[in-house]
């Protein structure tokens, strides 16, 4: 794990590190700001995560402590041309259900996360139209169950290992040691169906939404 402080920010780079019969991500994090993360398997570096996985897989782990706040944006479902910027966080542990006992083990969560909209450039009256805030609210975590599917095929399909640390959990699951042993978490895992899902909820809906008179202006 490497520290670099800029001029203006501090930014941690992560180390990712899989272990064989289970899994545990090492990393440190400031407020906003995350790097590309190095992805080690029994001691190998085998692939690195890109500044938005890195901000997703700590979203996915209740291994790691979460940062305070990660800022990020997502596309504005009410004008192609803008962005919403917005700030957020998890609220709570990520909830897992696990069905390890039958022939096709299958992972059903859910990530509840807090946001606070940061930018509005569409002047949507967000915090008094229920309909517009619902549709802003199916459209991003439509955003972020389709992000969270596309790193979780990727640990799957090119990985081939759980960096999340949701092996802690599965443990759990199973009366003994031997048991859990015996199930091969790091081999069943690439074959695991997962589904993940996102649970916004909102705290605010930043600047303005509308524009001020001309008589407002001038006072």
């Known amino acids: 794990m ?13 180390r990712i590190e899989l272990k064989p019969g289970s899994s545990s991500m090492k990393a440190r994090q400031t407020l906003h700001n995350f790097t590309r993360s190095a992805v080690f398997k029994e001691g190998k570096m085998i692939d690195t995560f890109t500044i938005k996985e890195t ?9 790691m402590k979460q940062p305070g706040e990660i800022l990020t944006t997502f596309n504005d479902p009410f004008n192609k041309e803008y962005q919403i910027a917005a700030r957020i966080a998890r609220k709570g542990n990520i909830r897992l259900n696990m069905e390890l006992d039958g022939e096709n083990p299958s992972i059903k969560g859910t990530v509840p996360v807090r946001m606070a909209i940061l930018t509005n450039h569409s002047m949507i009256d967000f915090e008094n139209d229920q309909n517009k805030r619902e549709t802003l609210k199916a459209s991003i975590e439509e955003t972020m169950n389709k992000q969270f599917a596309e790193l979780i095929q990727k640990t799957q399909e090119e990985l081939g290992s759980e960096p999340f640390g949701w092996s802690l959990a599965a443990r ?48």
């Open 2 to 14: 490497e520290l670099r402080k800029g001029a203006k920010r501090t930014i941690w780079k992560i």
């Open 172 to 219: 759990k699951e199973f009366r003994t040691i031997p048991e859990f042993t015996a199930f091969d978490w790091m081999k069943t895992y690439p074959e695991m169906d997962i589904d993940i899902k996102t649970e916004v909820e909102f705290e605010n809906f930043g600047r303005q939404t509308d524009l001020p008179s001309l008589e407002e202006v001038r006072d």
């Open 55 to 63: 901000r997703l897989s700590y979203l996915l782990s209740n291994d």
